[in-house]
């Protein structure tokens, strides 16, 4: 890649991604730790991976998912090191849309965290000190006297996925009648100590807002419409097949996307 040419994904992903086949998989495993493993055996049906090889000039790590749900099949990606962080956080994101869209209820978000804590793991064992969102903390400091001993730093900075969340809900058409308009208003709530994510609805959402924060500080409202009950209804048919339960749903990033077009027609409330 030329320092004066745009990073070309798609020729990246041509040449290092692939689809794991049953054979691919079994070959796969004898490197692995036990999680592959584990799905081999059907004692778990899916499993995140990573593997590094430290072993050459420049440092290689390939992530990998293996699912058994249905059929044993998994998806593969390799990454060099000579990549800055920002392109490399770009791929392993990509990487997780793939996964998402081909196990659906795998979340872009919820993978990517996973490879990028399990990287911070195993390139900590190799020697490297590792940051992830941390980077304020090291300002100003002697980067030198941190890494006394160390191979160098590396970070894998992780998502904060309420943060995201919002920002897919972000539109200029938000209404400035935010909490006081006694209209009936659809709401999607995030749950971030259990993942899930609330549809219900509320006429003063504000009140409704403090209510729900009050019974669990993980609750935090992440968009609102206003729009008739009926909305609510068929947004809870939509996604029955991942209803937890009452109003609580473990969405994809994917679904969400759904809602946000299913929603376009309704006015869109100003929540921060």
């Known amino acids: ?12 992903f041509d040449e290092y991604c692939f689809e794991l086949s049953y054979e691919d998989l079994l070959e796969l495993n004898k490197q692995d730790t036990g999680d592959l493993n584990n799905v081999l055996s059907l004692l778990a049906e899916s499993c995140f991976g990573v593997l590094i090889y430290d072993d050459q000039e420049i440092i290689e790590y390939v992530v990998y998912f293996a699912d058994n749900t249905v059929k044993l099949r998994g998806m593969y990606l390799k990454i060099s090191m000579k990549f800055d962080s920002e392109i490399r956080f770009q791929l392993l994101l990509v990487f997780c849309k793939m996964i998402n869209h081909e196990f659906n209820k795998i979340d872009v978000f919820d993978s990517f965290n996973t490879y990028q804590k399990r990287l911070r793991t195993g390139f900590e064992k190799l020697g490297y000190f590792t940051i992830g969102n941390e980077v304020k ?3 100003g400091k002697n980067a030198v006297g941190i890494v006394v001993g160390k191979k160098g730093i590396v970070r894998f900075p992780t998502i904060d996925k309420l943060e995201m969340y919002r920002s897919l809900f972000s539109s200029d058409k938000k209404t400035q009648e935010i909490f006081e308009h006694k209209k009936n208003k659809i709401y999607l709530l995030f749950d ?3 993942n899930l994510i609330k549809i219900g609805h509320s006429k ?3 009140i409704r807002e403090k209510t729900l924060e009050s019974q669990n500080p993980n609750w935090v409202l992440i968009t609102a419409w206003i729009a008739p009950l009926k909305i609510e209804n068929k947004l809870h048919k939509r996604f029955s097949a991942k209803r937890v339960r009452g109003e ?3 969405l994809t990033y994917i679904d969400l996307q759904d809602i946000n077009e299913y929603m376009t027609s309704f006015e869109q409330i100003s929540i921060v």
């Open 1 to 12: 890649m030329k320092n004066n040419q745009p990073f070309n994904f798609q020729e990246y």
């Open 137 to 139: 903390e090291f300002e």
């Open 192 to 194: 971030g100590g259990k």
């Open 204 to 206: 003063i959402l504000k």
């Open 248 to 250: 609580w749903f473990a």
